[in-house]
């Protein structure tokens, strides 16, 4: 499986963004989908995941602002950013799995195939 994420850039606070994965080598109907970013020196941490039949789960901090959503036909994961904050300055990667946990879905090392991420940088 092949991810390319695109349409980051920048955006002043306060603003709004949408994410872009799309797959290619296999259909993603039957994998979860996710996404997450890594801001300079920190961690890969969770944002948000999409499991096969549409459940949605959110990592704190986005909850309420993020909405990830999938379109099978198409191959694609996306991911609809709101009321941006400099705080969500960072890398973002896209990641799919055929089998996982719902409770391991945060954990960067339970998902298989990553994308090669796109910047995203909140400021005025």
């Known amino acids: 499986v092949q991810l390319q994420a695109s349409g980051g850039g920048l955006v002043q606070p306060g603003g709004s963004l949408s994410l872009s994965c799309a797959a290619s080598?296999?259909?993603?109907?039957?994998?979860?989908m996710a996404w997450f970013r890594q801001a300079p020196g920190k961690e890969r941490t969770f944002v948000a995941a999409i499991t096969w039949n549409e459940e949605k789960y959110y990592g704190d901090s986005v909850k309420g602002r993020f909405t990830i959503s999938r379109d099978n036909a198409k191959n694609t994961v996306y991911l609809q950013m709101n009321t941006l904050k400099p705080e969500d300055t960072a890398v973002y990667y896209c990641?799919?799995?055929?089998?996982?946990?719902?409770?391991?879905?945060?954990?960067?090392?339970?998902?298989?195939?990553w994308g090669q991420g796109t910047q995203v940088t909140v400021s005025s």
């Open positions: 080598g296999r259909t993603l109907r039957n994998y979860a």
């Open positions: 990641t799919a799995a055929e089998h996982i946990w719902i409770n391991l879905l945060s954990r960067a090392d339970e998902w298989d195939h």
